[in-house]
């Protein structure tokens, strides 16, 4: 099970840091990360680190503003959020997967096998 936290709400310029802790299961060679799905649109890839090796994936739009960490000793990964945009409303969804998955792949979602239930961000203009 994956536990989302840390959403809100916050004016443009704000920041914000979520939380994803696992229980039931310990997810130490796979990915964990975070998608995100705006009213209207498709869910899209935020950002993902391998829990083996620490490598990251993100996505285009959040380069130099968010950043993602995690503590495997807490089965946890942390997604910063800063330089919060409008555009950056949505429900974030954290993601996890069981197995190693080369790096390229993190940003799909067929590549996760549990989800969150999604924590929401609002980011005001």
């Known amino acids: 099970q994956l536990q989302a936290s840390g959403g809100g709400l916050v004016q443009a310029g704000g920041s914000l840091r979520l939380s994803c802790t696992a229980s039931g299961r310990t997810f130490s060679s796979g990915p964990m990360g975070w998608f995100r799905q705006a009213p209207g649109k498709e869910r899209e890839f935020v950002f993902a680190?391998?829990?083996?090796?620490?490598?990251?994936r993100y996505a285009d739009s959040v380069k130099g503003r968010f950043t993602i960490s995690k503590d495997n000793a807490k089965n946890a990964v942390y997604l910063e959020m800063n330089s919060l945009k409008p555009e950056d409303t949505a429900v974030y969804y954290c993601a996890a997967r069981d197995g190693r998955i080369i790096t390229s792949m993190m940003d799909r979602a067929g590549s996760y096998q549990y989800w969150g239930q999604g924590t929401q961000v609002t980011v005001s203009s």
């Open positions: 680190i391998s829990m083996w090796n620490g490598g990251t």
